[in-house]
């Protein structure tokens, strides 16, 4: 059979939630999806790729109490399906986690922030300089084996499901849906090459000539998405900024997760230690931010140029927006040395001065550049308000076809963003979403609100 219902294009945990949730919660005859690698989460959602946390806002210091407020739901749906899985220590991993400040006007930061996400967060801890101590010694001691003399404060959690391996998530979202529905059917190795409408649908057509059909099309390409969207005449007002981002790994140093004050003219995100739940013993130190013309990474600066965006995107109206962004100082201090971090030596010997205010005793000999890690982040660039468009995008052109960019938190939000999309796919094929069933599995604390 090549005639399905729904057809999602990407393997990534965003398009693999969604490929569950259709399966388990609506009466949708038929599901496929596809992907151009040969396994599922290759890209972005990749152990690799990513740092491996469920952010829901409370460590993260570039999002307002607002946002918390919503992210921290979609973190929950994530949580409460991994737990209910029983995944623990499988895909979903527990331990400390913090945000920090440094210095003085850091730590105000910090105070007032605590103060601001009591109500979002009414379990978590503040921490001062001596409980950190406790928690992460490394953080406070200096290079000479004192503590540092900084002044340092914290808020966060001693204990939290919080750290989760997004490709064993997909996985498991794939073999979920495929026993719940006979009629499903996967296709990895299936790199779509165009969309085009047929009949009442869509045929979805390979690079190989293959063709599958659909009346609905969800496309959670990641990077892919947006030129798709432009090739059928959508979404021509955006443009894409690809950043991609690297991480350093350093030894065992860090207990929990520590992230740092974002600042907050920067769309990036502020760097941060991650213990890796895929190799053990090592923590990530990153990301770096670097633009660049690929759609993800390959083996080598050069390979995966992306010819889609020199046709798509190339205009005067992407070029003033880079070029604003660059005209102020910090924006254009922090590109170039990002720039500086992917040269040989002096990009370690800068980075190490940066990794050094989370771990101020880390030497140049305990930084090993992360070969393979980390992957291509599409920033979505707003051509009519000629700036830079943060969090998830999505084009949905009411016509049986949607399109999602999900930059970070993306896969945070990916049990969130599938709900939203389900309720638009059976609205427009007339079937049923039990919603209800679906916020009683996952998110109780909405159902009751």
Known sequence: MREFDVVIIGGGVSGCAAFYVLSEYTDINSIAIVDKCDKWANVSSNAKANSQTIHDGSIE????????????????????????????????????????????????????????????????????KQKIKILEPKVIE?????????????????????????????????????????????????????????????????????????????????????????SMGYGMDLGCLPVAGSFYFVPDLLRGKVYTVQN????????????????????????????????????????KLSPELLKL??????????????????????????????????GKKKFLKDAQKIIPSLKFSDLHYAEGFGEVRPQVLDRTAKQLVLGEKKIATQKGITFNMTPSPGATSCLQNAMIDTEEIVAYLNKTFDKERFLKDLSPEELNA
């Open 264 to 303: 907050p003219k920067l769309p990036f995100a502020a760097l941060h230690g991650d213990p890796d739940v895929v190799i053990k013993g090592k923590t990530r130190i990153g990301p770096t931010a670097l633009a660049m013309p690929k759609l993800e990474r390959g083996k080598y600066w050069f390979s």
């Open 313 to 346: 995107d190339l205009n005067m109206d992407v070029i003033k927006i880079a070029m604003d962004l660059m005209s102020d100082k910090e924006i254009r201090d922090y590109v170039l040395k990002n720039m500086v971090f992917e040269m040989p030596y002096f």
């Open 142 to 230: 200096g290079a000479d084996g004192r503590d540092r003399f900084e002044d340092v404060v914290g808020m966060g959690y001693e204990k939290d499901w919080c750290a989760l391996n997004y490709g064993y998530l997909s996985e498991h979202f794939i073999q979920e849906g495929m026993e719940k529905n006979k009629n499903n059917q996967t296709f990895l190795n299936y790199w779509v090459k165009k969309i085009e409408p047929r009949g009442d649908g869509y045929a979805i057509i390979s690079k190989n000539n293959e063709e599958i059909y659909a009346k609905f099309v969800l496309v959670d390409a990641g990077s892919y998405a947006l030129p798709l969207a432009q």
């Open 61 to 128: 210091t570039n999002y307002s109490a607002e946002k918390a407020r919503k992210v921290r739901l979609s973190a929950l749906k994530v949580r409460n399906y991994a737990l209910n899985k029983n995944l623990q220590n499988k895909a979903i991993f527990e331990n400390q986690k913090m945000a920090i400040g440094v210095g003085d006007k850091e730590c105000d930061v910090m105070k007032k922030r605590f103060e601001e996400f009591r109500s979002v967060f009414p379990d978590m801890e503040f921490f001062d």
